[in-house]
Each structure stands twice: as C-alpha cells, then as structure tokens.
C-alpha cells in the first residue's frame, strides 16, 4: 500500500530554513499529485503546495508563494519542501498527502481529494 513518511520537521527561528522530505513508497506514482499540507492548533488544515510527479508542475498557496519551494527526486521517490523566511505564522504540523491525478486536470487544494497521508511533522518557528 501507500505509505509517506515525512521529516525534516524541528524549532527554528523566525527567517530561519527547514527542509521537509516527504519518503513515498508502495506505488509508481508517475500519475500522482503530491501535495503539502499544514495543520495549526484550532485551524483547519490548509494546503500549502503541490507538484504532478508527472512533469513536475507546482503550484503554491499564495501565503508561502516565494518563500516555499516544493521539487521531487523521481530517482529517491521523494518530495521535498524548501521553507525559507519562515514566520511565526507558519508554525504547524505538515503533512505529505497523495492523490491520482485525472490527466489534464490541475491542482486540487482541498484536503478532501488526497487518499494517501503520511504521520504529520512539527515545524515551530520562534519569534
């Protein structure tokens, strides 16, 4: 079955880097989306960016647009999450979701389209 593992997760200062890893395995996921997600106390989980594997196409909720990167390592079946000038507001638990992609089709932001979860990772950023 599939399985995402994700970590990198830790306390970092306010303008501070993180990279999160997102490990997948059990399937091809060429067809696949992978998407980031995030969940603060009290709030409901929100995406954060995503990448088809299949081309490599991202895409970025606009509060992280410039300072988050998202890539994939086809060769590691990996994603990753480059997060630079991270801010308070940025602290949550992320999370590595997955989703077969229908062709054509763009980016779904809503948790509710992706099957596939992984355990979750705590990012703090202190200010």
């Known amino acids: 079955q599939v399985q995402l593992v994700e970590s990198g997760g830790g306390l970092v200062q306010t303008g501070g880097s993180l990279r999160l890893s997102c490990a997948a395995s059990?399937?091809?996921?060429?067809?696949?989306?992978i998407g980031w997600f995030r969940q603060a106390p009290g709030k409901e989980r929100e995406f954060v960016a995503g990448?088809?594997?299949?081309?490599?196409?991202?895409y970025y909720a606009d509060s992280v647009k410039g300072r988050f990167t998202i890539s994939r390592d086809n060769a590691k079946n990996a994603v990753y999450l480059q997060m630079n000038s991270l801010k308070p507001e940025d602290t949550a638990v992320y999370y590595c979701?997955?989703?077969?992609?229908?062709?054509?089709?763009?980016?779904?932001?809503?948790?509710?389209?992706?099957?596939?979860w992984g355990q979750g990772t705590q990012v703090t950023v202190s200010s």
């Open positions: 979701a997955a989703h077969r992609r229908l062709p054509g089709s763009g980016f779904y932001t809503s948790y509710i389209y992706y099957d596939y």
């Open positions: 059990g399937r091809t996921f060429s067809s696949y989306t």
């Open positions: 990448v088809h594997w299949s081309g490599g196409n991202t």
